[in-house]
């Protein structure tokens, strides 16, 4: 009863979808009021009815209820009742559901939060992410109905991959959903302002917030991704630059172009037909991801059960959205009068070479990509492209790119004096210089060294001259320390969430250079009471176990870690096999000191005599990448807080200023 | 400085962008691509020594030895077998009878030396080049496979 509850909240949503993403637009073509407000409640219903869905499925999960197929499929009793919850994202037809929920929350957002916006320009924007919403859930009913039932009803389900059974992963999809979905009100920000015909400040400044909460969230979940696969796959890396990898780093990339070109249209009015395109584009690279990991067209170490009419269902919802949004870029852009002229030299300068530089990167990470499709469809053999390709051409696109972020902010609007912030940025490049060095000699000063020692001088480049700026934005010993301190307690936050950002990227230059360049692995049979050294610490393996869990057995390993004698860490790590379903899964164990991670895995029983298989990791900076992407994450909400998001937007009619002081300031 | 100038330097650095992508990727091309072949395409074509490539196919019964780290097992399609030794743990979800790509390179002596083998999250995937392969060499190994979903048939899951 629940089940069709929600399959028929789902099938009256879409018919309020066909609603929202038309009448509101006649509304705004015509001028109607009334029109253009139903948006409004349209939404509303939307987001209950999808919720009401959403509400199903996951009570039916809650419950056992496997007569519905989904939940048969992957769930199971035995299960702790959180990974019942994140069950019903753990498979193709829930995660979809949940794909829809988000996308819906954001429709409703807007309804409540964009008060202030510009009624026809609020009514187009819903009207477009109705169109979106409609889309998809014409997809969900037709190809991935969650709440078929199955007859007779199993006694019990199949439960959910044990992979999936881990709290890092519980949260990925939500946090990757909340970006990858959140980029669609970028694109339906930027529909709107074409069919308008108007791009303007006030638009950036309206569009920005949304953007940046959604680069945000991605940025998260992707780091969450990342975190899981470092501490659950037991193969001590924690990027692989896999297809489905790519299919979230890409929206990233071009998200953080559209961060940073929105920032030029609102504050000089220039860039503006490429900010629009970038914010098409990047929710095509979200779609992209979607159809890539879905369709099974190419092969990934992450499976989702792939199915070739899902696959063209979203490469056909694809090309209309995509399609339309580019056919109608091509008829109003070039009617898009471009304002403020500026130097090359110059703030919006180096933006733009931002732009440039995550532009082309996220092109050559599509390319990669998608290669073997290309490569397969033109009979040129069956190729992969692999992380080598990858680090080839990401890595040298990066280095300009950390190198124009150290002076870029120095540099003012319209006409920036290079030499001055040079200038200003001796400390920073001789720090740098300083770091490259005493990593070299420290090395050994070999050939080989000199790129990664080049990698943590660019992290320090970046480092000290973020914070030169931020100490020159408070007059930092120039000033009384007092009115420093005034000045940082008055900082923008949106500036102090670029410092943020910025200095999490240093962090995240240093991890992946020092992780690169200096892990250290060691795979050997080891007997109970030996020893092995690796990076200078003795790991002694005291022998295994076998313990029972919930719903797994495993075998335990116990080692004991010491440097130069004293105890450092005891590590434990497990072989599980979980009971249903039948699989093995691997339980790394992790010591961190914060700088760097002694990793150890214990894997099956030596064959030929006694021991076990084991395996060593010394993982330098690694933490660096969790700090690095948490202080991004930082700051993308720190700068959401800034004021300027909320109130005093400037408005497009005079008489709203007055308004919108007269409203409360919503959070 | 006019519209116009501002345009051509605009141009200019988008252009510049451009050759430098394509170089870069031109070049990583030429040394990283890695193709993907099965037993039976080893047969036919030989592979030089260094050149690194793909196996895939599915872990022969029977075949899997384990010394220590050192791990042998033939990779096959049923038309033909390939040995693979390896060192190292394999992933979980390694299993005689089940589909696998390794990467590596082939010795003289036909013996494959993985450097890597693939693990996937999920114990129902097939690799869709394992599969074609799989399909290429012996259009009825679905059936030879004999394995099922327990519990649920997924064939009548995802009418």
Known sequence: MIAELGHYALVLAFMVSLVQSSVPLIGAQRGDAVMMDLARPASIAMFLLVGTSFGALTYSYVVSDFSVINVAQNSHTDKPMLYKISGVWGNHEGSLLLWITILVTYSVAVAFFGRNLPPALRARTLAVQGMITGGFLLFILLTSNPFLRLDPAPIDGNGLNPLLQDPGLAFHPPMLYLGYVGFSMAFSFAVAALIEGKVDAAWARWVRPWTLLAWTFLTLGIALGSWWAYYELGWGGWWYWDPVENASFMPWLAGTALLHSAVVVEKRDALKSWTILLAILTFGLSLLGTFLVRSGIITSVHAFASDPTRGMFILLLMGVSLGGALLLYALRAPDLKGGGLFAPISREGSLLLNNLLMATATATVLLGTLYPVFADAL???????????????????????????????????????????????????????????????????????????????????????TLVELAERVKLFKAPLAESGRRFARLPRAAFGMTLAHLGMAFIVAGVTAASAYKQESVQVMVAGQTITVAGYEFTFQGAERVEGPNYSAVKGHFGVTKDGEPIAQLDPEKREYTSPPMPTTEAAIHTNGWADLYAVVGDPNEDGPGFVTRIYFEPLVPFLWYGSGLMALGGFVSLTDRRHRVGAPTRRKVAAATAGAKPASA | MTRKKRRMYLIGAGMAMLFAAAGLVLTAFQDNLVFFYSPSDLQEKTVEADQRFRLGGMVEEGTVKKSGEMVRFNVTDYAASTPVVFSGILPDLFREGQGVVAEGTIGADGVFVAQEVLAKHDENYMPPEVADALAESDPDWKKKLGRTAEGVDPAQATN
């Open chain 1, 379 to 465: 009979n040129l053999g069956k190729v992969t492209v692999g992380p080598p390709f990858f680090n080839a051409v990401f890595v040298p696109l990066m280095i300009p790119l950390v190198i124009a972020m150290g002076f870029g902010p120095m540099l003012s609007w319209k006409r920036g004096d290079l030499a001055g912030a040079l200038s200003r940025l001796k400390a920073a490049a001789g720090a740098a210089l300083l770091a490259f060095g005493l990593a070299w000699v420290l090395a050994g000063g070999a050939l080989d060294d000199v790129l990664a020692a080049f990698g943590f001088g660019l992290a320090v480049w970046l480092l000290v001259a």
